[in-house]
């Protein structure tokens, strides 16, 4: 698990793309807030939502397994409940196997579980545990 400042802050320097599972196209969700802000701060947002088909002028894809293999994904965020943060955890995993990319895993603030801490354990992907990507990037950016 990544809990360091320093660890966040390469994170979030380094990446360029984030799939966002959960991201809403309701533009009073915090997750669309989300996707818009990092949207606006040079990041690719790849919304993983089966019910939209846009999102800020990027495709929505049903899960993460449908985003195109030749897509680098840094961050894996998480912008579910925590009962489906295990399930995020593995489709991030099985993303890994499929692409050979190791993604970071992020759960937003109360959606991590220890289930899903474990996929992330087990199947060596870096994990970060309840903590607000906006928060984060105003804390080490602005």
Do not use: H
């Not at 380094?14 to 807030?33: F, H, L, Q, V, W």
């Not at 990041?43 to 293999?69: C, F, H, Q, T």
Request: glycine share 4%; aromatic share 10%; with cysteine.
């Amino acid at each position: 698990m990544i809990s360091d400042n320093k660890d966040i802050y390469n994170i979030l320097k380094d990446a360029k793309t984030i799939a966002m599972i959960g991201c809403s196209p309701n533009e009073y969700r915090t997750s669309n807030y989300a996707a818009k802000f990092l949207q606006e701060r040079g990041y690719r947002v790849i919304p993983i939502n089966p019910e939209a088909k846009e999102i800020y002028g990027e495709k929505s894809y049903d899960n993460l397994a449908d985003v195109p293999s030749d897509i680098e994904i840094d961050i894996v965020n998480i912008f579910r409940n925590s009962e489906f943060s295990a399930e995020a955890a593995q489709d991030a995993a099985d993303w890994k196997t499929k692409t050979g990319q190791n993604p970071v895993v992020w759960t937003q603030l109360d959606v991590s579980s220890p289930e899903a801490e474990k996929i992330a354990e087990e199947n060596g992907l870096p994990y970060v545990k309840n903590r607000c990507i906006m928060v984060e990037w105003d804390r080490n950016f602005k």
